[in-house]
């Protein structure tokens, strides 16, 4: 069964970093990109970023709502995909989401997501 | 960068169709058929319903379907059932700085 466990949500202060764990299970992880979304409570999805297999570059895309704070790196030894949140702002609470991509431009198994709270 | 806009609410009776549109622009929607749409129960995770525009994954029913003409895509559901009620996203991918770009939502109530 293809799975996705976040991890590493919790409490912390505006200015603060930390870091999101997405462990991957009944799929070959290296083979897909993987993705983060987000979704501030009582709103609708945003897409957060994602990096894309080795075999494609590894490379990452981001929104420019978190472009140059956020950093999504990945461990195919370990099938887990990161997210590191770093100048945390209260406009990031939400719950996160990691997601498998398919086809490249879709989702197609996602988290139960895991929920930051940004707040002093 | 701006979402794409879809309507805050649908409705409709049991047995009957209703669509849902997506509208974006020409850098998005319009320019790529990389359209795809998710549907989310309360307090549960997105499932995808629709890729590239029209394509049903595995397991995901008929009474789902897609299509796009210009710069909307559309999600129709038919044969509305009572399980069908939820909150409904389009995606696309878009030539921009933020490649991904989500719509606003739709919240379909079957009455």
């Known amino acids: 069964e293809v799975q996705l466990v976040e991890s590493g949500g919790g409490l912390v202060q505006p200015g603060r970093s930390l870091r999101l764990s997405c462990t991957a299970s009944g799929f070959t992880f290296g083979d897909y990109g993987m993705s983060w979304v987000r979704q501030a409570p009582g709103k609708g999805l945003e897409w957060v970023g994602f990096?894309?297999?080795?075999?494609?570059?590894?490379?990452?895309d981001y929104a420019a709502s978190v472009k140059g704070r956020f950093t999504i790196s990945r461990d195919d030894s370990k099938s887990i995909a990161y997210l590191q949140m770093n100048s945390l702002k209260t406009e990031d609470t939400a719950v996160y989401y990691c997601t498998r991509e398919f086809r490249g431009y879709s989702s197609d198994c996602w988290g139960q997501g895991a929920l930051l709270t940004v707040s002093s | 960068q701006s979402a794409l806009t879809q309507p805050a609410s649908v409705s409709g009776s049991p047995g009957q169709s209703i669509t849902i549109s997506c509208t974006g622009t020409?850098?998005?929607?319009?320019?790529?058929?990389?359209v795809s749409w998710y549907q989310q129960h309360p307090g549960k995770a997105p499932k995808l319903m629709i890729f590239d525009v029209s394509n049903r994954p595995s397991g995901v029913s008929y009474r789902f379907s897609g299509s796009k003409s210009g710069n909307t895509a559309s999600l129709t559901i038919s044969g509305l059932q009572a399980e069908d009620e939820a909150d409904y996203y389009c995606s696309s991918y878009r030539s921009s700085s933020t490649p991904r770009v989500f719509g606003t939502g739709t919240k379909v109530t079957v009455l």
């Open positions: 020409s850098s998005d929607v319009g320019g790529y058929n990389y």
């Open positions: 990096i894309r297999s080795e075999a494609h570059g590894g490379t990452t």
